[in-house]
Every structure is written in C-alpha cells, then in structure tokens.
C-alpha cells in the first residue's frame, strides 16, 4: 500500500489518525484486561472522533461479539479487528454516477468546497477522456464565476454563465441545452451556498433541480459538499439538504484540516447516504475515490 495515492490519503488523516492512535495507545497501556472499562474507554475514543454515537455502539458490540467467540486474548487483538469493522459500517457495492453520464447538481454550504470540487471533478474526468461542461449557477458572486472560469481553464472545458443577478435557474437550463447539443458525458452545475435564509436556499436549488430533471438529456443527480471539519453540525446542515433536494451522493472535503475525520462513519451511519470523492487537501490529486476499507485504514495506521 505504498502507492502516491494511499500516502496522500495517509498524509491527509494524519490529523485524525494522530489523535485517536494516541488514544488507543492509552488504552492499551492500561493493561490487556478487555475489562468494562476498556470497553467504555474505545467508546469514548471513538465517538471522540466524531463517529457518533449510533456507530461507536454498533461497532463496539460487534467487537465485544467477535471477542467472545473467537476468544481474542487481549485488547491488542481486539484493536486489530478495528479497522475492518469501521469499514463494514459504509454500505458496499455504491454505484459511483460520478463516472456515468449525467448533469450533476453541486450543493452545500458556503465554503464547503463545491467550487473547488467541480474544478478538480472536470480536470480529473477530462484526463480519463470524458466530456466535461460546466454551469455556473452561483450567479450572486462575481468572484464565483471567476473562482470556477480559472478551473474551467484548467480543464480546457467550457462553462455555461449569465451576468451576476441572472436566475440560476436559466444557467441550468442554457447548460442542459448545450449539453445536449455537444454531447457532454458529465454536467456539472455550480450553485450559490448562500441567500437570506436556508428556506430561501433550498426554494431556489429545488427549481433548479427541477429544471436539471426536465431539461436534462441524460440522468440528473444531486451531490452534497460537506466540509468534514464542520463535524456534527455539517451532519445536521446535511440533513436539511436531503429533506429538501433528496441526495444522491456526499464529496466529504477538507479531511485534512481536522482531526475528527470520523465523522465519514456519522454520515455513512445516519444519513445513509454514499460518499463518492473525499477531499484530503487543495490540489487536483488530494480528490479522490472514497474506498472504505482504505479510508479505514489509513485512519487507524500509517503506511
Ligand atoms: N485543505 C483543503 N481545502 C479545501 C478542500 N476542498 C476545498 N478546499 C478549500 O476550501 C475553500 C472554499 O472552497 P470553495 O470551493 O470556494 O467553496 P464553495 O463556497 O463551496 O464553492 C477554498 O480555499 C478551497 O481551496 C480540501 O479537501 N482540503
Ligand atoms: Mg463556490
């Protein structure tokens, strides 16, 4: 596992992984004994990390499970099963619509990343050889238009825009028309993460998920950015998204700016909703394919 990709996923929990490596190291110096304490304190450990509580009980029950019947001798053993049940807790065989053909609708909050992500997305589907168009729907910042004009560039793909203050309601539908009439494999449709209230937010990303619907030529999905160091109240933003728009897919960014990177498992556990990219740092290679065996891993141990 010593591949580029697997050190930059390390290097990107490193935070994660610091702190709760230095807490199952306490853990493991008290002593063997799989007592009630040990059991209570990688709870503790666990849901210190922002795994939630739902999680860290599931996950520490199949633990003690698996203790008992396969007589695992101590908590060095235990702790070696760790990885593998965190893993089990994202749901397998996700269908990644990120690399079929479809207009994808990019929500979130303001700074969680969308911008970035749809610049990264359209430069790494470029390179596989697919078609890429872009949408600049967050019509309320010129900055905005610039910010993903520079991405597009990048990627050498074209971006549909209107001037600021334009619905972007229309951007999305001049997108669907040139998409259609180019051929374009991906859409990607930028959006605004602010306006006066969220009521208002999620009205407008409603009507422009409803033109992406109609207008579309090709499957039409909605995909949430979540900066993970926003922790439980990125959960609690994440819940108001799907009530409104129904997600179909999670980009979880900046994993590498804090060191509750357990929050993938919160999400993966409560919303039921797959994540499809993590975000582990600022350059087009630190987004990338969440696998959630190494994403386990890599947040327990360095390679
Ligand atoms: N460290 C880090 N920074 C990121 C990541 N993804 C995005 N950012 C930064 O987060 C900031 C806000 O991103 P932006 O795409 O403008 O957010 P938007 O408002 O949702 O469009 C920018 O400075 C990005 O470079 C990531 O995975 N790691
Ligand atoms: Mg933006």
């Known amino acids: ?23 199952l190291n306490v853990l493991l110096r008290r002593g063997p004994d799989l007592d009630a304490a040990f059991w209570s304190d990688l709870e503790d450990a666990l849901i210190g990390a922002d795994m939630g509580v739902v999680a860290v009980t599931e996950i520490v029950e199949r633990l003690r499970d698996s203790a008992a019947r396969k007589a695992l001798p101590d908590a060095q053993s235990v702790l070696a099963h760790l990885a593998e049940e965190l893993a089990s807790e994202f749901p397998p065989d996700v269908i990644d619509f990120l690399t079929e053909n479809v207009t994808v609708l990019v929500v979130g909050v303001n700074g969680a990343g969308k911008t970035t992500t749809v610049g990264k997305l359209a ?13 600049s729907a967050d019509t309320y910042r010129a900055a905005a238009v610039e910010q ?16 600021r203050g334009a619905d972007p309601a229309s951007v999305a539908f ?21 306006l006066h209230t969220s009521k208002d937010l999620m009205l407008e990303l ?3 998920a409803r033109v992406a619907e109609r207008e579309s030529a090709v499957p039409a999905k909605i995909l949430l950015v979540m900066d993970a160091t926003t922790g439980q109240n990125g ?3 994440a819940r108001e998204f799907d009530a409104a728009l129904s997600v179909d897919g999670i980009v ?4 590498d700016g804090t060191a509750k990177g357990g929050i993938a498992v919160a999400i993966a556990r409560e919303l039921g909703i797959p994540i499809l990219r993590i975000g582990v740092g600022e350059s087009i290679d630190d987004l990338r394919p969440f696998v ?8 327990l141990s360095e390679v």
């Open 1 to 23: 596992m010593s591949q580029p990709w697997y050190r930059r996923l390390s290097d990107g929990l490193s935070k994660s992984r610091d702190r709760l490596e230095g807490q």
């Open 123 to 135: 430069k790494q589907t470029v390179d596989e050889g697919r078609s890429v168009l872009l949408g």
């Open 148 to 163: 993903l004009d520079v991405w597009a560039e990048r990627a050498k793909v074209p971006v549909v825009k209107r001037e």
């Open 174 to 194: 001049d997108a669907m028309k040139l998409a259609a009439e180019t051929g374009a494999e991906l859409t990607l449709v930028d959006t605004a993460g602010r």
């Open 206 to 208: 409603q009507k422009i």
């Open 235 to 237: 959960l609690a933003q």
């Open 252 to 255: 979880l960014t900046k994993l």
């Open 292 to 299: 959630a065996e190494e994403f386990a891993r890599a947040l």
